[in-house]
């Protein structure tokens, strides 16, 4: 069971959130990008059903859900409040459980994924649209395809595809991470994708300068 965190109150998150685009607007200048051109993304996997209105009041517009269970709950009961992604781990059994609530599912990464997404698709939320996770690092165990399959996927997709999502190595230093969002941008543009979910708390900036147009923020909103 996941355990819930605290949530500080909203004009402190409204200060978090603050501070986070702040770092944005600098790496997004410094590599020559304009900063609205990345969104943040309230990763809520932590954050209780009853605090989602706090976010919302801090000025939050985007969140996204790990487990479709969770997720389900809090959009029903907050379906107006934000945009909805799901970023969490996408096993086919709870595709039908998640596509009619979300606008973007980061997080596609398997042939029996595509499978349920077209046997479903005439329950999607209206617009529904795609990222495939790419294991761009090759890391054994780790969910993502793997690059050289991004073609056959893209061609087989039931829905709009519209960008790629990675989760690089772990690692103590952000800037280790670089190398892997720059090999996700590369193989986005090849493939004429636009979208980029890449970057969290530990690493954003790094994600901010090689292109990411989506950060995954969580501790770093909830400090």
């Known amino acids: 069971m996941v355990e819930l965190i605290a949530l500080p109150d ?19 200048r410094a590599a020559g990008r ?4 990345v969104r943040v993304l309230a990763a809520t996997k932590y954050v209780a059903c009853a605090d989602l209105p ?3 009041h801090a000025g939050v517009t985007l969140v996204g859900e790990n487990r ?3 997720l389900q709950e809090k959009a029903a009961a907050h379906a107006a409040l934000f945009e909805w992604h ?9 595709v039908r459980a998640i596509v009619p609530h979300v606008r973007l599912i980061h997080s596609v990464a398997s042939e029996s994924a595509l499978h349920e997404l077209a046997r ?7 617009g ?13 165990g780790k969910a993502g395809i793997a690059p050289e399959q991004l073609a056959d996927l893209l061609e087989r ?11 690089p190595p772990l690692a103590a230093d952000p800037d280790a991470s670089r190398q892997w969002f720059a090999a996700l941008r590369e193989l986005a543009a090849a493939h004429g994708l636009a979208q980029l979910s890449m970057g969290t708390s530990q690493d954003y900036p790094a994600a901010v300068a090689e292109g990411a147009t989506i950060v995954r923020i969580g501790a770093s909103l909830y400090a």
């Open 10 to 28: 909203a004009a402190r998150v409204r200060e978090n959130l603050a501070r986070v685009h702040e770092e944005i607007a600098r790496a997004a």
């Open 34 to 37: 304009e900063p609205d051109a």
């Open 54 to 56: 706090e976010l919302a």
């Open 68 to 70: 479709a269970p969770d």
């Open 86 to 94: 799901f970023i969490g781990q996408l096993q086919s059994r709870r």
């Open 120 to 126: 479903h698709r005439e329950h999607a939320r209206p």
């Open 128 to 140: 529904l649209e795609l990222l495939l996770q790419v294991n761009v690092a090759r890391e054994p």
């Open 157 to 167: 997709a039931p829905l709009p595809v519209v960008g790629l999502m990675t989760m």
